[in-house]
């Protein structure tokens, strides 16, 4: 790895983790500098604004997560109905051990960005509603595919999968404000009793 490629990855990593642990408005860019030991000028050389770092890490938390938690949640070789199992198996994992490294439940890094910026930036809240509605996709994958092999009666597929991701985002809220990742674990298995019926 080069030096102008580690410097950014630097960066990057560093307000990861403090918009995450933190919160956006709270950290400033000369926090960010200060932490990940890097001047001003090579954050600008990088990053043109704020947001644009932001934008980045929503990009790498993306990618992450993808690689990470849907990684293992989502794979073809479980079935449909079990990837949900441990869709919220590997939320509380991630949560728990994020709790335990900070001293309190962060939160999902979208859903965090969506309260704080939804109505402050348009740009920043398109970017959050993105991320979320890959993970929708995940989801709706595997309530497809518990449809066709019978795990689940006809529903409506989109839906179902936007209301169960609401249910999701709903309980790390609640979580995150009971500083509990436990909750995810107990109120979790409810996720599969979700259904939106198809319109007649």
């Known amino acids: 790895m080069t030096q102008k490629t580690d410097t950014r990855q630097r960066i990057l990593d560093t307000a990861s983790e403090l ?13 960010v500098c200060d932490q990940a030991k890097v001047s001003k000028g090579s954050f600008f050389h990088f990053f043109g604004s704020k947001r644009d770092l932001a934008l980045a890490v929503m990009d ?19 079935p449909p109905m079990e990837r949900l199992d441990r869709f919220v198996k ?5 949560q728990k051990a994020q709790a335990e490294e900070f001293g309190h439940m962060p939160g999902c890094p979208f859903g965090n ?6 109505t402050q ?3 920043l809240r398109r970017k959050a509603d ?17 449809v066709q092999s019978g795990a689940l009666p006809p529903v409506d597929e989109e839906a179902t999968a936007e209301a169960m991701l609401a249910y999701v985002e709903g ?6 404000a009971r ?9 979790g298995p409810a996720l599969k009793s979700i259904r939106v019926s198809l319109k007649k």
């Open 113 to 118: 960005m969506v309260m704080e910026q939804a």
């Open 19 to 31: 918009f995450h642990t933190q919160s956006f408005d709270a950290v400033g860019i000369a926090l």
């Open 130 to 146: 993105g991320c979320l509605r890959s993970l929708a996709k995940y989801i709706q994958s595997a309530i497809a595919d518990a």
């Open 60 to 78: 790498q938390f993306q990618s992450r997560i993808d690689a990470s938690l849907i990684a293992k949640a989502f794979s073809s070789k479980y």
């Open 90 to 94: 590997e939320l509380y994992v991630f």
């Open 171 to 176: 309980i790390q809220l609640l979580a995150k």
């Open 121 to 123: 930036d348009e740009t």
């Open 179 to 187: 500083n509990d990742p436990g909750l995810i674990r107990r109120l």
